[in-house]
C-alpha cells in the first residue's frame, strides 16, 4: 500500500496507508461515515477531517473515483475504470454497471470554449415491495 502511494505522489502515513489498504483489497464503495466505521471497528480510529482530506487526495490521484449520489451523499469507489452505478435509495448500496451498457457515442457537443471531461451516471432504485396476497 505504502509504495502504490508513493508512486502517486502521496506521502504514506499510517492513517493515509489505513484508508487506502481499505480500497484497496477489495472493490468498494464506502461513503466516508462508513470508512470512519470501519477503521474504528478495527481499533484504527482516524479523524474526520484526515479521512475527508485523504479520500479526496486518493480521488485527486486517480486511486479512487468519487461518486456523488445527491446533493448530501458522496462515496468514493476503488473501481477507477469507466463504468456507471446503480444506486439504492432505500438501503444507500451503489453497485457498478458496465460503461459498455450504456452506448453514449451521440453526447450533446460541449459549449464553445469547454470540452467534456467524462460522463456519470448513477441510477436510483428502490427496493420492490413485497407482493401481497
Do not use: C, W
Request: glycine residues 8%.
Amino acid at each position: 500500500v505504502a509504495g502504490r502511494l508513493l508512486a502517486h505522489g502521496i506521502l504514506p502515513t499510517p492513517q493515509r496507508i489505513d484508508i487506502a489498504a481499505l480500497f484497496f483489497a477489495g472493490h468498494l464503495h464506502l461513503s466516508a461515515d462508513q470508512v470512519i466505521a470501519r477503521l474504528a471497528q478495527e481499533g484504527r480510529p482516524v479523524s474526520k477531517a484526515t479521512v475527508y482530506n485523504t479520500l479526496g487526495l486518493l480521488a485527486e490521484r486517480g486511486l479512487l473515483a468519487q461518486v456523488s449520489v445527491d446533493s448530501t451523499r458522496t462515496f468514493y469507489d476503488s473501481n477507477t475504470r469507466p463504468h456507471y452505478h446503480f444506486y439504492n435509495v432505500d438501503d444507500g448500496e451503489l453497485m457498478d454497471v458496465e460503461a459498455g451498457l450504456f452506448p453514449l457515442e451521440s453526447l450533446p457537443p460541449p459549449p464553445p470554449g469547454t470540452a467534456t471531461d467524462g460522463v456519470d451516471i448513477v441510477i436510483r432504485i428502490r427496493n420492490r415491495p413485497p407482493p401481497q396476497d
